[in-house]
């Protein structure tokens, strides 16, 4: 029993460490969505040069998302004609180069992870770009859109295809502060939080676990330590294979990486690891189900290759601007609530999320939430609350075009 309370405790001292965080980069993806139609991403996504991945990037790091969402949204946006290549950099972006994951790595393991976060993305992208102008061909590509136009059911179909973007004109801050400005962000601010929650709470509860019942000698053994050279050049090729394993995905896996970061594996390898949101098995067999078996397995060949590059490069170029932190420094939250910073903030962003869900139900939200699982021809051709989970007995209450 005394085990199980230590493992509970050390979960909710993350989990109270990151809570306000959490709640800002939500609220903050929610205000860029009530406002950028998916039909404009689409028009964007059409090749695969450096500009356009570097628009795919931008935009998906403004809608974040829970990778099984990111994944379907994905194929959302390659079906309806965006290029394959940059609607995958817009995947990777949407769950690894988002606001809350960089504030919770900050708050958790230092603002250095962060950044080596925002630079490892990038890095992760190109790579990933030339292997795909080297190695995909016109006929798996062609067996990919096949399979894609299928339909076959992944996980979050529902959510993805909803667009809950503000319809009527204007400006951005007109449109932002007007009432379904308000709806609009209450609405994916909450189906954000139900697509992560169960990921979260999984990938919380595991950390505490590991954290509180596995010998911290163990991973020094697995993650060579003891030999400096040896876990620079392991830690990027073994922390997406845990990640894998892991099962947890987008911000869940964050906890986790204190730990492995506590227990010895390599800068590079957190930022490798970090990144294998998008490989776990469950998304894996998804990807085997949008794509073809083909696919699913060049997309782990290349998804991989491009973890371990740009865990590498990380490594090189901040341990050689003397970034990376000492590991010996490296800590899990254990005050739990105590009168602080962190308290305050929880305070005032959680009565900001409380305002968000009383509107998001005032206003249909309870019918979206069970159409999340969905199918992944809903809403492709629709846009707005209307098709989308707010009940017709409230019209007054969508948004501008349904007025």
Same mark, same amino acid.
């Given at each position: 029993?005394?085990?199980?309370?230590?493992?509970?405790?050390?979960?909710?001292?993350?989990?109270?460490?990151?809570?306000?965080?959490?709640?800002?980069?939500?609220?903050?993806?929610?205000?860029? $969505?009530?406002?950028?139609?998916?039909?404009?991403?689409?028009?964007?996504?059409?090749?695969?040069?450096?500009?356009?991945?570097?628009?795919?990037?931008?935009?998906?790091?403004?809608?974040?998302?829970?990778?099984?969402?990111?994944?379907?949204?994905?194929?959302?946006?390659?079906?309806?004609?965006?290029?394959?290549?940059?609607?995958?950099?817009?995947?990777?972006?949407?769950?690894?180069?988002?606001?809350?994951?960089?504030?919770?790595?900050?708050?958790?393991?230092?603002?250095?992870?962060?950044?080596?976060?925002?630079?490892?993305?990038?890095?992760?992208?190109?790579?990933?770009?030339?292997?795909?102008?080297?190695?995909?061909?016109?006929?798996?590509?062609?067996?990919?859109?096949? $399979?894609?136009?299928?339909?076959?059911?992944?996980?979050?179909?529902?959510?993805?295809?909803?667009?809950?973007?503000?319809?009527?004109?204007?400006?951005?801050?007109?449109?932002?502060?007007?009432?379904?400005?308000?709806?609009?962000?209450?609405?994916?601010?909450?189906?954000?939080?139900?697509?992560?929650?169960?990921?979260?709470?999984?990938?919380?509860?595991?950390?505490?676990?590991?954290?509180?019942?596995?010998?911290?000698?163990?991973?020094?053994?697995?993650?060579?330590?003891?030999?400096?050279?040896?876990?620079?050049?392991?830690?990027?090729?073994?922390?997406?294979?845990?990640?894998?394993?892991?099962?947890?995905?987008?911000?869940?896996?964050?906890?986790?990486?204190?730990?492995?970061?506590?227990?010895?594996?390599?800068?590079?390898?957190?930022?490798?690891?970090?990144?294998?949101?998008?490989?776990?098995?469950?998304?894996?067999?998804?990807?085997?189900?949008?794509?073809?078996?083909?696919?699913?397995?060049?997309?782990?060949?290349?998804?991989?290759?491009?973890?371990?590059?740009?865990?590498?490069?990380?490594?090189?170029?901040?341990?050689?601007?003397?970034?990376?932190?000492? $590991?010996?420094?490296?800590?899990?939250?254990?005050?739990?609530?105590?009168?602080?910073?962190?308290?305050?903030?929880?305070?005032?962003?959680?009565?900001?999320?409380?305002?968000?869900?009383?509107?998001?139900?005032?206003?249909?939200?309870?019918?979206?939430?069970?159409?999340?699982?969905?199918?992944?021809?809903?809403?492709?051709?629709?846009?707005?609350?209307?098709?989308?989970?707010?009940?017709?007995?409230?019209?007054?209450?969508?948004?501008?075009?349904?007025?």
């Amino acid at each position: 029993m005394h085990a199980i309370l230590h493992a509970l405790s050390i979960t909710g001292a993350m989990t109270w460490e990151i809570t306000w965080a959490l709640i800002l980069g939500f609220a903050l993806s929610a205000v860029v $969505q009530a406002v950028v139609r998916k039909s404009t991403v689409v028009s964007l996504l059409g090749d695969d040069r450096p500009r356009t991945l570097a628009v795919a990037a931008g935009l998906g790091a403004a809608s974040s998302s829970c990778s099984y969402a990111a994944v379907a949204l994905a194929r959302s946006l390659f079906r309806k004609g965006a290029d394959f290549t940059a609607a995958m950099a817009f995947e990777i972006a949407s769950t690894n180069l988002v606001v809350e994951l960089g504030v919770i790595l900050a708050l958790l393991m230092g603002w250095q992870f962060t950044l080596a976060e925002f630079a490892g993305g990038p890095v992760m992208i190109v790579v990933l770009a030339v292997l795909f102008r080297l190695l995909l061909s016109e006929r798996l590509l062609r067996r990919a859109r096949e $399979q894609a136009e299928r339909g076959v059911a992944g996980s979050m179909e529902g959510h993805a295809a909803m667009d809950m973007s503000v319809r009527r004109q204007g400006s951005f801050t007109h449109r932002l502060l007007s009432r379904e400005g308000f709806t609009s962000t209450s609405h994916v601010f909450v189906m954000e939080w139900a697509a992560i929650l169960r990921d979260l709470v999984v990938g919380l509860l595991i950390a505490g676990a590991i954290a509180a019942w596995v010998p911290d000698a163990f991973w020094q053994h697995f993650f060579f330590s003891g030999h400096p050279l040896a876990s620079k050049v392991w830690g990027p090729l073994v922390g997406p294979l845990v990640a894998i394993a892991s099962f947890v995905c987008s911000i869940g896996n964050v906890p986790l990486a204190v730990v492995l970061w506590k227990g010895g594996i390599s800068f590079g390898g957190v930022v490798a690891f970090v990144f294998a949101d998008l490989l776990i098995l469950p998304i894996l067999n998804i990807y085997r189900k949008y794509y073809g078996a083909r696919m699913a397995l060049f997309l782990l060949g290349t998804f991989y290759a491009a973890m371990v590059v740009a865990g590498y490069a990380v490594e090189l170029v901040f341990g050689g601007l003397g970034l990376v932190p000492d $590991q010996a420094d490296a800590t899990l939250p254990a005050e739990g609530v105590t009168w602080n910073y962190t308290t305050v903030l929880n305070i005032v962003f959680l009565v900001l999320a409380a305002a968000l869900l009383w509107r998001f139900f005032r206003t249909g939200g309870a019918g979206m939430l069970r159409m999340m699982g969905g199918s992944p021809g809903d809403g492709d051709d629709h846009a707005g609350h209307g098709e989308h989970g707010s009940p017709a007995a409230e019209p007054g209450r969508h948004h501008g075009g349904h007025h």
